[in-house]
């Protein structure tokens, strides 16, 4: 098959970082050590006409941390067309980098039912981030078809029980994974509040011992 000019172009732009490359497929394993190479294949998801080859690109850059690639992944994912493979891979690449700094955006995106099940992943990973706005955002999306199952499962890792009872709405739901996630949450909720009654009764124990250690120390002192 005859390599694509922009493919060429790529592959010597890459090699010339001192990194060998002989197909772009191999840029699907980088990792955090390639943060070098972000900038270079930011530059072609938008030189390639050809939908598969800027999928591929996006997908490489679903790593942790490559935060330099976020502006230009939100562009397309705004310019995507929904029902498409292509828009749901850049959500899930933008869920991956995790960037603190494009939370407003995600929140939005994950908002706007006019990007469809494309949100899917970025709901998925809300839960990541510290801000106040998360737990009432997912759980307005627990009444949205699209990512209801997505906000449920990131709600379950804020670990707040006051959620319990969002989960307990999905436990007789006919789609068999979102009904674990609730199954799940409920279970981590149990967990946590049962760690929380252990804790409070063994405060409670230490604080018994302390007393009876003080009422010895009274006593004897009186019949000393």
Known sequence: MKMLPEEKNLLEEIRATGVEIDDIEELMHMDQNDKDLVPIVVKYIQRFKETNYRELLVRALGVKGFTEASDVLLDEFYKAENGKSYKWAIGNSISIIEDPNIVSEMIEISLNKEHGAARGMIVHELWRFKDERIKDVLISLLDDEDVDGYALHSLKFLKDESTRKYAERFL?????????????????????????????????????????????????????
Do not use: N, P, V
């Open 172 to 224: 007789d739901c006919d789609i068999k994974w979102i009904r674990k996630e609730a199954e799940s949450m409920i279970k981590k909720l149990d967990k946590l509040k049962l760690k929380e009654e252990e804790k409070e009764k063994a405060k409670k124990a230490r604080e018994l011992e302390r007393e009876k250690a003080r009422r010895t120390k009274w006593i004897s002192e009186i019949a000393g």
